[in-house]
Each structure stands twice: as structure tokens, then as C-alpha cells.
């Protein structure tokens, strides 16, 4: 096994991005395919299809759809449904496509546990806000959660690529908030 410098930063670059892949689906996957395109990310031998003009004109395209979609409050509910299993195999995907030098049967177990499973915990909790926000808005908030998450999308895209230490502490904080608001509502759903 290669734990050298860039293996690592290949493994922290994968979870960055599919944290962000927890916010939007399709943003780190462009950002992704832009990096690769412009050679500031290489990617595994397999994947490097994924930096093909093809896949930067399909994947942007996706990208605005999905950003667009998201604004209309009956829509959002319904792509949610969807959403949390495409987020599992797009995270496994941003992981597989990004770690390099290691054996295939780490890599896959690495994409599916670390990327798939950061995207599905980030999507899990996004949809039960945005549920929250429809039942007790009747969905007037949901296009500024919507900015919020697509936001946090592109930072977290940003970061994992250009600067990936960072971008991984800020996934860490991610989960402490995601953990402090699942123990406040288990509190105050055992008070009554």
C-alpha cells in the first residue's frame, strides 16, 4: 500500500467532495470534471473520462438544472426522494475517481465507506431540513435553505480542490453540527 503525501491528499480531496456532493449532486462532480479538464486534479486511470469536454458540457448542464430545481418548494421535496441513493454512488464516485496509488479493493471500500457514506449522512440530514422547512413554512424558507446548501456546494467543491486541508476540517465541522442537531431534536423529542 502507497501512503505517500499525494495518496493522502487524493483520499482528503474524495471526501471533501463528497461532502459537497451531500449539499448538490452535481456541483462537485462538475467542479471535479473542470479540474481535470485544466489539469489541477488527476484522476484514476478509469476515470478520466470525467475531464472530457463532453462530460464538462453534460455535467454543467446537470449542474443548473439541478441548482434551478431546487427553488421551486414542491419540486425540492420530490428530487429528495431521489437524491439521497444518487448521493450515495455520486460520493462513492467523486472517491474512486480521485484516490490514486492505492490497491482497487481499498480504494472501493474507501469510496463507498468515507464517500458515499459522507454524502448520504449530509443528504439525510439537508432533505429532513428542507422537510422541516416545508411543514412548518409551507415551503416559503426552502429557496433559502436551497441557497444555502447550493452555496456550501460550491465552497466545499472549491476547497477540496484548491486548498483540501481545509476543506476537510470543514467536514469535520460539518458532522459536529450535524451530531449537536440530532442530539437537540433527540432531546426535545423525548421531553413530550
Do not use: Q
Request: neutral net charge; hydrophobic residues 55%.
Amino acid at each position: 500500500m502507497d501512503f505517500s503525501p499525494e495518496t493522502i491528499f487524493s483520499v482528503i480531496i474524495g471526501i471533501g467532495l463528497a461532502a459537497s456532493v451531500g449539499f448538490r449532486i452535481f456541483v462537485p462532480l462538475f467542479a471535479l470534471s473542470l479540474a481535470s479538464y485544466f489539469g489541477i486534479i488527476p484522476l484514476n486511470e478509469s476515470w478520466e473520462w470525467v475531464g472530457s469536454s463532453t462530460a464538462i458540457i453534460i455535467l454543467g448542464i446537470a449542474t443548473i438544472v439541478e441548482i434551478l430545481a431546487y427553488f421551486i418548494p414542491w419540486l425540492d421535496n420530490l428530487l429528495d426522494t431521489i437524491a439521497i441513493p444518487l448521493a450515495a454512488v455520486a460520493g462513492t464516485a467523486v472517491m474512486v475517481a480521485t484516490v490514486s496509488n492505492l490497491d482497487p479493493t481499498i480504494t472501493w471500500a474507501l469510496a463507498i465507506i468515507a464517500g458515499g457514506g459522507t454524502a448520504t449522512a449530509i443528504k439525510g440530514s439537508t432533505s429532513t431540513t428542507r422537510l422541516a422547512s416545508t411543514a412548518s413554512t409551507a415551503g416559503i424558507a426552502n429557496p433559502i435553505i436551497s441557497t444555502v446548501e447550493t452555496g456550501t456546494s460550491i465552497v466545499m467543491s472549491v476547497l477540496a480542490i484548491f486548498i483540501p486541508i481545509l476543506a476537510i476540517i470543514l467536514v469535520v465541522f460539518i458532522f459536529w453540527i450535524l451530531i449537536k442537531v440530532f442530539k437537540l431534536f433527540r432531546t426535545s423529542k423525548s421531553k413530550k
